[in-house]
């Protein structure tokens, strides 16, 4: 706080000089002064100690993950992060989201940045990566942006029915008012089905790798068709599944975004959580955000530098599209510590533990009499399981032994009443699948 | 300012671009006053082929070290042709403002007037009274 220095009594007297009034109460003469004070029905006033017990005990009402053997993702997952991250993260010359207004004087955030957009890029296979956006759901709807520029006078949208649900929602809501039509969600729809949508009208194609379901799809057909026909493909993605995963770089993505909680940015009842947007370099002009750039000073020395923000209101003035240039550079920052931390082999290892366990906890309730699991295809860490008595039901007797137990699909997707989504990772031992199977065999 | 070129077979807007219209065909680009004042071009991109604009409706726009700026039509039309070659080089802009530095073609509609346009010589002396 050394810079803190507070005005003087002679410059407050100066500034209301210098705008013809005398003391401060001149200034709220406008409000009438029945309604400046009014009476509050509030409590007693409290002491710290007592606001402090207070607080505990609100906060004590909240249940955490922590708490539960919690067998549940759909979009938020619970992974383990080193707490070098938080301690690294909490640094004062990091804690802040914020853009610095003068970039290249701060070239420690620079090059975390710097790092952190690399690392995306090398995890997703494309060329180029922002320093975030605000989720996973934005991001999706950003893609949207891209591809209405980049492809001319297009103006349908085809999604996947796989995609998170509230993901689509948001996509909606943030393009309305836009001429745009979105399609194909309406129904489940196979990958060759979704094919059938793209017209030449058509400006991008959504799919989400793996799927809401943890399923791997082969979309191999659609992209081929896709881009014959001039529309974009962006994959909505988990971005641990990667370490595992062809990259969708490789698949012929042409934007790649997704949430990148599950790297090191910790549940916290629903976020702050942070999208990431990678794109080929075509399209780089067309993406919100900022892209900071490496470069040598006059000396030779490496340096970093803001190169790009091609939408944002600080550089487009009137003519932005995006006014992300403050955004989760915190939790960009979380990610590129973890990431960092982890390394490519320990991501790896990462992943297949949660491929494993999630085989293990899949293979064994689907030996149980009343349960099944959907095994048509390829998944990574979470699986659908079939009950045969509502979800809801189940999930009550499941959190009575300390348990919360998958997503209920019924409610986004009516086609899939009674069926949970499943979610398992390295934080769920042995023991615990082993008592969630025990509790689920009782509940048959 | 001595050193800039005023081409006289060109007519001028007030926002800097200039317009050479050869049958129905107007050839649009920024003067050599506009590359200068907006110093090195690092990108430019189009309307597409086939946009039917308005004069002074955009149809290019400019990214220099400086600044990002709008190229409007000073002439109503369609745009038949845009100079893709620099979208890879758009540093000719800089240095060939009025030949290999074009930035699209517009096929005018019917008898165009170019009247509200300066002529070489009022647009000097606009540029030198700013």
Not at chain 1, 92 to 121: D, R
Not at chain 1, 304 to 330: F, H, W
Not at chain 1, 421 to 432: G, I, Y
Request: proline fraction near 5%; glycine fraction near 8%; hydrophobic fraction near 45%.
């Amino acid at each position: 706080m050394s810079g803190y220095i507070p005005h003087t009594e002679v410059e407050r007297q100066q500034m209301l000089a210098a705008i013809g009034v005398t003391t401060i109460e001149d200034l709220f003469e406008a409000v009438p002064a029945s309604h400046r004070f009014p009476r509050l029905n509030l409590p007693r006033p409290m002491s710290e100690m007592e606001i402090v017990a207070e607080m505990q005990a609100l906060a004590d009402a909240n249940e955490h993950a922590g708490e539960f053997a919690l067998f549940r993702g759909a979009g938020a997952y619970h992974h383990f992060t080193p707490s070098a991250v938080n301690h690294l993260l909490l640094r004062g010359e990091f804690y802040t989201a914020y853009t610095p207004y003068q970039p290249e004087m701060s070239q420690g955030t620079l090059q975390a940045i710097f790092e952190y957009q690399s690392m995306m890029c090398a995890l997703t296979g494309m060329e180029a990566a922002n320093a975030s956006h605000y989720d996973g759901a934005t991001s999706l709807a950003e893609a949207v942006t891209v591809a209405l520029q980049a492809v001319d006078r297009r103006h349908r949208i085809v999604l996947s029915g796989g995609i998170h649900p509230q993901y689509r929602e948001v996509v909606r809501t943030y393009n309305q008012g836009r001429t745009v039509e979105f399609v194909g969600d309406n129904q489940p729809r196979t990958a060759a089905e979704l094919a059938e949508l793209i017209d030449d009208n058509t400006a991008m194609v959504a799919v989400q790798y793996p799927n809401f379901f943890g399923q791997i799809e082969d979309f191999s057909k659609l992209v081929e068709v896709a881009h014959a026909k001039g529309a974009l493909v962006t994959f909505v993605v988990n971005p641990l599944a990667l370490a595992l995963l062809k990259p969708p770089g490789a698949l012929g993505a042409d934007i790649v975004v997704g949430e990148g909680q599950p790297l090191g940015v910790p549940l916290s009842f629903g976020g702050p959580y942070v999208g990431f947007f990678a794109v080929r370099t075509r399209y780089v002009r067309k993406i919100a955000g900022r892209i900071v750039g490496e470069t040598v000073d006059r000396d030779g020395r490496p340096a970093y530098v803001m190169t790009l923000r091609p939408r944002e209101q600080d550089i487009k003035r009137e003519k932005a599209s995006s006014n992300i240039c403050t955004n989760q550079g915190l939790m960009a920052l979380a990610v590129c510590i973890h990431l960092a931390l982890l390394g490519k082999t320990g991501l790896r290892q990462v992943a297949e533990l949660n491929y494993q366990k999630a085989h293990y906890a899949a293979r064994r309730i689907a030996a149980l009499p009343g349960f099944s699991v959907d095994m048509s295809l390829p998944f990574f860490n979470e699986f659908v399981v079939k009950c045969s008595k509502p979800v809801a039901a189940i999930n009550d007797a499941l959190i009575a032994e300390g348990i919360i137990g998958g997503y209920d699909l019924g409610k986004d997707y009516p086609h899939l009443k009674d069926r949970m989504l499943m979610c398992v990772t390295e934080m769920n031992t042995r023991e615990e699948i082993d008592v969630l199977v025990s509790v689920l065999e009782k509940l048959a | 300012m001595a050193a800039l070129k005023f081409p006289s077979d060109v007519r001028y807007a007030q926002s800097d671009e200039w317009v050479r219209v050869e049958g129905d065909i107007a050839t649009v680009g920024i003067s050599d006053y506009a590359q200068d004042a907006l110093n090195d071009l690092v990108y430019v991109e189009f309307k597409g082929v086939g946009t039917k604009v308005d004069a002074g409706d955009e149809v290019a726009e400019v990214e220099s070290v400086k600044a990002a700026s709008s190229i409007y039509s000073p002439v109503a039309g369609e745009i038949v042709e845009v100079n893709a070659a620099l979208e890879t080089t758009p540093e000719t802009v800089n240095s060939d403002p009025y030949g290999a530095g074009w930035l699209v073609r517009i096929r005018v509609a019917g008898g165009v007037s170019l009247e509200h346009l300066m002529d070489a010589a009022a647009y000097q002396s606009y540029c030198e009274s700013r």
